[in-house]
Structures are given as structure tokens and as C-alpha cells.
């Protein structure tokens, strides 16, 4: 099945400095892959959808020159958190979808990031 | 724009008691995926949903879609210990973008 690698798995960094996800499909190709946001004991947040070879589309709220994508390749997707301050402490996830597989596949999400500012 | 509610927002049960969780979307959805997030870990894909009334079963876990296509449901029989986790629904907003649903916390006393 379809496999997503999210990398690193945790990161504490201090505030004011900028930390880099990178998110990777492994055995196929994603066009298009997604970042959420999870607090603790809640829901996923949907950030950003990441577009290969073209600019990412942000939600509403989510300021785009803080959470910088790039989706340079058709596998790989990457989340920076630029200027980092406690409060971008969280739980950030990829996902993409086999948009070649089966239709009644559902996205496939990376391990996750918990990142820690301090 | 288009919102999905779940409940309950939490769920305790004893091992072996049954586990229903519930969505809501305020709008028509296309089809409706399930997920499941264990404690720590990350949300893994269950099964779809796409026709009206559509009626699913896997093993111990029946899901529902509503005929109207703005509800769902999961049904977990006998609940096992292994079934601890957050349950989610998601609808698909515009063109491929996943809606969660808050999400269904189910714990269980062995």
C-alpha cells in the first residue's frame, strides 16, 4: 500500500529559529500532499494543501510566510516553521493520496512531527 | 462552509460493550472516509463511503452513511482493548481537501 515518510518524528528547537519538515511518498507519486496541525486531544487542522511545481494554497488564518511549503518533486513535500515561537508548538502531519490507485483509497498520512519551542 | 460534527467527543466503556460514534455534515457530502489515531500516533485510513444508505462491515466495525449524505456512523461490537483510540470522520471539501470531524475518544476499562 501507499506509504507516506515524514521526517523528523520529533524536534525541539529554541524560539526564533526555523525548523524544516520534510514529508516523502515512497512508492508513488503525489501531485498534490496536505499539512495539518493537531493540538493535543483535538482535531486534525488542516494548514495548507502543497502543490507540485506550483505555489501551496493556505487555509484561511494560516500565514503563509510563516509556514513556508515547498513541493519541489513528485515526492516530496516540506513544511518549514520559520521563526518559531512556543505557541507553533504542536503536531504537524502530512498526507497525500494515490490519486493512480484505487478510488476507495483514503489518504495515507506520514508518522507525524511533534515540535517543541522553547 | 462546510463543517462536519462528531460525537460523542469522548467514550468510556467496559471491554466488550459496544462503541457508536456519529457525524454530521451541514452540507451534502460526496462520500465520507473514517479514520482511527491511536494514543501518539497517526490517523490511518478505515474505509469510504460513497453511495446513499451505503452499509459497510469490517469484522467487529459497521459504518453507515446516511440517506441523505450528511451523516455517518461507526459501529464497533464488543469492544476489544486493541480498539482504544480517536475515531474520526472526514468529507472531502472541494476538490480533494479532507474536513475532520472533531473526533471520538474512546477508552476502555479491561
Known amino acids: 500500500g501507499a506509504v507516506v515518510s515524514q521526517h523528523p518524528s520529533w524536534v525541539i528547537c529554541k524560539s526564533g529559529t526555523s525548523v524544516k519538515i520534510e514529508c516523502r511518498s515512497l512508492?508513488?507519486?503525489?501531485?498534490?500532499m496536505f499539512w495539518y496541525r493537531q493540538f493535543p486531544k483535538q482535531s486534525l487542522m488542516l494548514m495548507a494543501t502543497?502543490?507540485?511545481?506550483?505555489?501551496?494554497?493556505?487555509e484561511q488564518g494560516v500565514e503563509k510566510d510563516k509556514f513556508l511549503i515547498n513541493h519541489a518533486s513528485l515526492t516530496l513535500s516540506t513544511l518549514t516553521v520559520t521563526s518559531a515561537h512556543p505557541e507553533d508548538s504542536s503536531f504537524y502531519i502530512c498526507s497525500a493520496r494515490d490519486s493512480v490507485g484505487l478510488s476507495s483509497h483514503g489518504y495515507t498520512f506520514g508518522s507525524g512531527t511533534r515540535l517543541t519551542v522553547v | 462552509g462546510q463543517q462536519v460534527m462528531q460525537i460523542p467527543q469522548y467514550q468510556h466503556v467496559q471491554e466488550g460493550e459496544d462503541f457508536t460514534t456519529y457525524c454530521n455534515s451541514s452540507?451534502?457530502?460526496?462520500?465520507i472516509q473514517w479514520y482511527k489515531q491511536r494514543p501518539g500516533g497517526h490517523p490511518v485510513f478505515l474505509i469510504q463511503?460513497?453511495?446513499?444508505?451505503e452499509v459497510k462491515k469490517q469484522k467487529r466495525l459497521t459504518f453507515q452513511f446516511g440517506e441523505a449524505k450528511k451523516n455517518s456512523s461507526l459501529h464497533i461490537t464488543a469492544t476489544q482493548t486493541t480498539d482504544v483510540g480517536t475515531y474520526f470522520c472526514?468529507?472531502?471539501?472541494?476538490?480533494?481537501?479532507?474536513?475532520f470531524g472533531q473526533g471520538t475518544r474512546l477508552t476502555i476499562n479491561p
Open positions: 472526514a468529507g472531502i471539501k472541494g476538490a480533494q481537501k479532507l474536513v
Open positions: 452540507t451534502t457530502l460526496s462520500n
Open positions: 512508492d508513488f507519486q503525489a501531485t498534490t
Open positions: 502543497s502543490n507540485e511545481g506550483s505555489k501551496a494554497t493556505y
Open positions: 463511503l460513497v453511495k446513499s444508505g
